[in-house]
């Protein structure tokens, strides 16, 4: 049966028209879907019992409950949903005054880079907007949730179209109502498809950079073969970021291998006066990967050079070590199960 959540209020609107209900019925049912996290026909009070039973019999809400969860000691939770073929991993990251969800786009990942668990799955699907939506709506501590990033499993702008009806239920008045300057997607540079998520969003933007250097990126990352680094900032480099948007560039840093003075050199090179921030990520071992973590002195030696260098760096700080928290294992350990 076909799931209403990730419909628009139009999509939802023409349903209702198609069935012979009262308009409003639209608006209550988005109401029960986005505002107050409804999965379940039947506790839809203000809906007559024969429209709720009508509902039921045709389209199911879109909601599943998570199948596990992973509580780390500083308070980082994994959760673990259902898919399709697969597992759907999303982490619920408190800090402070804010908490921040990092959501998944598919199970598994065509993208393949070398650090990333994820991509050792192989691909299984492309989230439908239900499915995204649902790590979202079905999250025990959904209203505690101040920023979101696609971070997660999975290549955000391989699944564009899910991704774009996503947001525009995450950013609707009708829908989640969210600012868009909360929201933060990824990509390692998918071109074509970033210029137009720069064009038809307003979210921020984050791109896995790792590496200045085209041949040392392509031994990390077998996308920059098709879409070279210096060619992903350059399209960057055309849209106005004078705003309150904003883009990031995610730098892993592993020891002795991307956090040299050169890189440094061609790093302030290639950003230059882009107004963007570089978020260093310190690596943290992956099975079968044979690259090394940094210190905590060579991460704070190698973000002050940087800035040294005009270049806005900060660490961020490592999350839910103690957990299945990097994107991958969690699911991977499942579907070995």
Known sequence: MKSLLGLTLSEIQDIVAQH????FTAKQLTEWLYKKHCGNFDEMSNLSKTTRQLLSENYTTGY???????????????????????????????DKDRATLCISSQVGCKMNCLFCQTGKQGFQENLPASDILNQILNLPEVDKLTNFVFMGMGEP????????RTLNVMTSDWGLAMS?????????????YMK????ESKCNLAVSLHSPFHD??????????????????????QYDWSGQRRVFFEYIV????????????????QLGSLRCRVNLIRFHD????????PTNEDMVRFRDRLNDKGIIATIRASRGQDIDAACGLLSTKNLQK
């Open 20 to 23: 012979g209900l009262p308009k």
């Open 64 to 94: 599943r409950n998570f199948l596990n969860v992973q509580e780390s000691k500083d308070g980082t939770k994994k959760y673990l949903f259902p898919g399709a073929d697969g597992f759907i991993e999303s982490a619920y990251i408190p």
């Open 157 to 164: 702008m391989n699944n564009y179209d899910n991704l774009m």
């Open 180 to 192: 868009p300057t909360r929201i933060t997607v990824s990509t390692v540079g998918v071109i074509p």
């Open 196 to 199: 137009r998520f720069l064009e």
């Open 216 to 237: 040392e990126r392509l031994k990390l990352m077998p996308v920059e073969k098709a879409y070279p680094i210096r060619e992903v900032i350059h399209a960057i480099r």
């Open 254 to 269: 592993f020891k002795g291998l991307n956090d040299t003075p050169d890189h440094i050199k061609e790093l302030a090179k």
């Open 286 to 293: 992956v099975p079968g990967v044979n690259l090394k973590s």
